[in-house]
T-cell receptor
Framework: GDSVTQTEGPVTLSEGTSLTVNCSYE??????LFWYVQYPGEGPQLLFK?????EKGSNRGFEATYNKEATSFHLQKASVQESDSAVYYC?????????????FGQGTKLSIKP | EAAVTQSPRNKVAVTGGKVTLSCNQT?????MYWYRQDTGHGLRLIHY???????EKGDIPDGYKASRPSQENFSLILELATPSQTSVYFC????????????FGPGTRLTVL
């Protein structure tokens, strides 16, 4: 079945350093890919989505490219801030097989030290 | 502003008791979902619904029932609560055809003693 695997956390970085959270997926269809962010005490919120292969999504300085050949969707940010401390989830929606359902990775907890 | 709300936000229940978690959405979405979140497991789908009157089993439905009496409301029911159901529960709406993204509520922290 469909699956999503992402960088195992927790990840601790210093403010101003660069971030990469790896995300790899398995599916037989053509998914839309998502990154969600969850701040402490809140529900997950959509960071951005990318519906088409070879396109890039971005929001709040974060970006990821939908790489169909490598089946990857790595999250990157050039310079992290303390306010980026959160849990990040990669997810896919497989319209052909699990209509409406999202398959989430296990989440990566990110902590940024000032 | 469109939103997903959950009640209660915190709940302490006794083993064997009945617990009902409620969710309301003003997004006018057809689809609604219930997840639980546990350390090491991320988000796991319990039940979902495609519209009023419909409920479908997710990946971990055992011990849970769901009810969708209207477009706006979706409830999760624990008939006989157990300590293993202690968790944080999230409701979401969305996933409608062509959009797929889901919008989450703030969560309910349930403790079963």
């Amino acid at each position: 079945g469909d699956s999503v695997t992402q960088t195992e956390g927790p990840v601790t970085l210093s403010e101003g350093t660069s971030l990469t959270v790896n995300c790899s997926y398995e599916t037989k269809q053509y998914p839309t890919l998502f990154w969600y962010v969850q701040y402490p005490g809140e529900g997950p919120q959509l960071l951005f989505k990318v519906p088409k292969a070879n396109e890039k999504g971005s929001n709040r300085g974060f970006e990821a490219t939908y790489n169909k050949e490598a089946t990857s969707f790595h999250l990157q940010k050039a310079s992290v801030q303390e306010s980026d401390s959160a849990v990040y989830y990669c997810a896919l929606s497989d319209p052909g097989y699990n209509q409406g359902k999202l398959i989430f990775g296990q989440g990566t907890k990110l902590s940024i030290k000032p | 502003e469109a939103a997903v709300t959950q009640s209660p936000r915190n709940k302490v229940a006794v083993t064997g008791g009945k617990v009902t978690l409620s969710c309301n959405q003003t997004n006018n979405h057809n689809n609604m979902y219930w997840y639980r979140q546990d350390t090491g497991h991320g988000l796991r789908l319990i039940h979902y619904s495609y519209g009023a009157g419909s409920t479908e089993k997710g990946d971990i439905p055992d011990g849970y029932k769901a009810s969708r009496p209207s477009q706006e409301n979706f409830s999760l029911i624990l008939e006989l609560a157990t300590p293993s159901q202690t968790s944080v529960y999230f409701c979401a709406s969305g996933g409608d055809w062509g959009e797929y993204e889901q919008y989450f509520g703030p969560g309910t922290r349930l403790t079963v003693l």
